[in-house]
């Protein structure tokens, strides 16, 4: 984050974090000398409440993180139809409101989340040290990752997903079609030969 702030600040741009599957992931800032968490450090950042993350709902929300006043008062608006006073549109916007029942949720979730993390991070070192021949997920000494998925990478995909599956073991493919040639996008004619790579 240091090298991307640094260069968003060089060629005036924004920086928006994708902050949705790092709840309490952390970032050590060299230039700064101190810890941040993820979602802290752009000008906004997004994070996701669906079920199955760190911090999930019982149905699908998200937050939006900022220190800037004036994208939280255009969040809010745009959460709520585009309206600042009932009934007054200002733009158009949408019905994302987080419902009361799903904050209280997380809410009272929020509180266990450092010590659901800590065992996740547990977690993955114990898979770091048990599996062997397939690439797991790199972690610098500079971050604090939360584990939302565990990935691995093998040559052999369908092979080890056939003898985990034997032994009772789930698997499953995240994101298989690479966002280039998902049928969407079919018109774009770009390679992208380390996505097409990791995706197969």
Request: charged share 25%; net charge positive.
């Amino acid at each position: 984050m240091d090298a991307i702030l640094e260069l968003a600040e060089k060629h005036n741009l924004i920086v928006i974090e994708d902050a949705c599957q790092a709840h309490g992931a952390q970032y050590f800032s060299k230039k700064q000398n101190r810890w941040f968490k993820a979602g802290s450090m752009g000008k906004a950042a997004g994070f996701s409440f669906y079920p199955g993350k760190n911090l999930g709902a019982c149905g699908e929300g998200g937050a939006v993180t900022t220190s800037d006043p004036e994208i939280a008062k255009k969040v809010r608006m745009l959460r709520d139809h585009g309206q600042a006073k009932k009934y007054y549109h200002d733009f158009e916007g949408y019905n994302g409101r987080l419902d009361a029942i799903q904050a209280g949720f997380l809410r009272i979730k929020l509180r266990h989340l450092d010590d659901w993390n800590t065992k996740r991070r547990e977690a993955a070192a114990r898979y770091g040290k048990l599996l062997t021949g397939v690439t797991i997920p790199y972690e610098p000494d500079w971050s604090k990752a939360v584990y939302h998925l565990f990935i691995v990478r093998v040559a052999n995909r369908e092979a080890l997903q056939k003898k985990l599956g034997d032994a009772g073991i789930s698997t499953a493919l995240h994101y298989p079609v690479p966002l280039h040639k998902q049928n969407a996008y079919n018109s774009n004619q770009n390679s992208f030969p380390i996505t097409e790579r990791a995706a197969g």
